[in-house]
Each structure stands twice: as C-alpha cells, then as structure tokens.
C-alpha cells in the first residue's frame, strides 16, 4: 500500500510538488538561501491554507537538495498539512546549508528514482509540479540524468517550471529541464524576486488542485499568475 493510500481520503488523490533546492556553497551568497528557506516555508503554509477547499487533489510535497557533491531528500514525500503541523518537519527545511559544488545529476537520479517508485507514487497521483532552483551551472554529469528525466513516462508530462539564481545561473541547463518552449526560465536576482517567483509556484499549484483537472496547467496561466504575484509584491 502507498503512502498516499493511507492518509489521503478516497475524494482525494495526491498532487505532488517536487523542488529541486541548489545548496551548493554559492547560495550563501547575499542571502540567497535564506531567501529560499522563507519562500518554502511560505508555499507550504499557504499549500495547507489551501487543502481544506480542495475536493479532487491533496498537496504533497518533496523536497530534494544538491550540493557538496551529494543530493538528498530532506523531505520525503507528504501533505503539505501534515507537514506544516509538524515543526520538526519544517525545521528541515530551515536547516537546510549550503557548501561544496552543485551535483544537479545525483538530484536528477534521485528525482527520477523518486517518481518510479509506484509505491511512493502511486498511479493514481496525479501529473506532478517540478521545480528546480539553481544559481550555477552543474559539475557534475547531468545530460544523462536529464534524458532519463525527459523520458521516463510520469515526469515527461510534468509541470516543470525553473528558477535561475542570479547572473551565474545556467539558463541553457535550465532551459534544457523545462523543455517546453511556452514556459520561460523565471529569474531572480535578489531576495524579493525568489519569494515571488515561489508565491506564483505556489498560486500554480494551488489553481490546478482546485481545478477540474488536477495537475494540469497551461504555461500561459503559470505566466498569468506571476504577473498578478508581481502586483500583489508591488502593492505591498
């Protein structure tokens, strides 16, 4: 039985939402991965806001983090309700250090593996949201990886949405990940820009878990919506 099958009620399928975090040692750099720790703490939050009026789709998220030539899943695969009721399980997230190089093909090996694994996602989940945030280019062998990752038959119908990090990011790497020349690469180069940028992840996913399709999203809607992050930001 599927982790999903044991708390999700029967109205409920999961959707899941993956990120990709860089913490490699760059992004201790003019508080990038400070930045990134609040952003995640805010999707989750706002992801369980959200659960209560979600009829067809329950938010789970998982987090996978690369850097110091090793990737890792900080947080294995879970409602973003029971994690944000759980402060060990958001402390995770701020525990999160950044240092050494930026291995991106171990955290495509273990996002793949991830996804395969049927009795962690089930087939009855539905299409997943991917992000992956990055603020340099991968020293690691990653083009395999990826190809996998294109290929294999659950992430290539992905949401897969990119975040580069500052001037240094490897915008054709990231370009490369999404894929789907409607969806642009999102950019940041300050600490304001990577909360926006993760309220319009945040809005996205929350927009398809209501929707009447569940997991599916136009890139023009995703563009939409961070256009209306962009206001709300500049409002306040």
């Known amino acids: 039985m599927s982790v999903f099958d044991t708390v999700v009620s029967i109205q409920s399928r999961p959707l899941p939402v993956i990120i990709l975090a860089d913490v490699s040692g760059s992004m201790n750099e003019i508080g990038k991965l400070d930045s990134l720790k609040h952003a995640l703490n805010n999707m989750i939050s ?10 067809e789709a329950e938010i789970y998220v998982s987090i ?23 402060p060990s399980k958001m402390n995770v997230i701020n525990k999160m250090q950044a240092i050494g190089d930026t291995p991106l093909g171990k955290a495509l090996t273990s996002l793949v593996d991830l996804l395969e694994n049927r009795e962690i996602y089930p087939s009855r989940a539905y299409r997943p949201f991917i992000v992956l945030a990055s603020d340099g280019m991968p020293n690691d062998l990653w083009q ?10 659950r992430s290539k119908k992905a949401n897969r949405l ?33 909360q926006k ?5 945040t809005m996205s996913a929350i927009k398809s878990s209501q929707s009447a ?11 939409s919506l961070s256009e209306n992050v962009k206001e709300l930001f500049d409002e306040d």
């Open 162 to 194: 990119a975040l580069a990090i500052g001037a240094d990011a490897d915008e054709s790497m990231l370009k490369k990940f999404v894929n789907n020349e409607e969806m642009p690469i999102f950019k940041a180069n300050n600490a304001i820009e990577i």
């Open 144 to 153: 395999q990886p990826l190809d996998r990752l294109l290929n294999n038959e």
């Open 46 to 55: 706002s992801f369980k806001d959200a659960s209560s009026s979600a009829l």
């Open 213 to 223: 399709k569940p997991g599916e999203i136009a890139p023009n809607d995703i563009i």
């Open 64 to 86: 996978i983090t690369f850097g110091n030539q090793a990737a890792n899943i900080i947080l294995e695969p879970q409602s973003a309700s029971e994690i944000a009721n759980d």
């Open 197 to 201: 940028f993760f309220k319009c992840v």
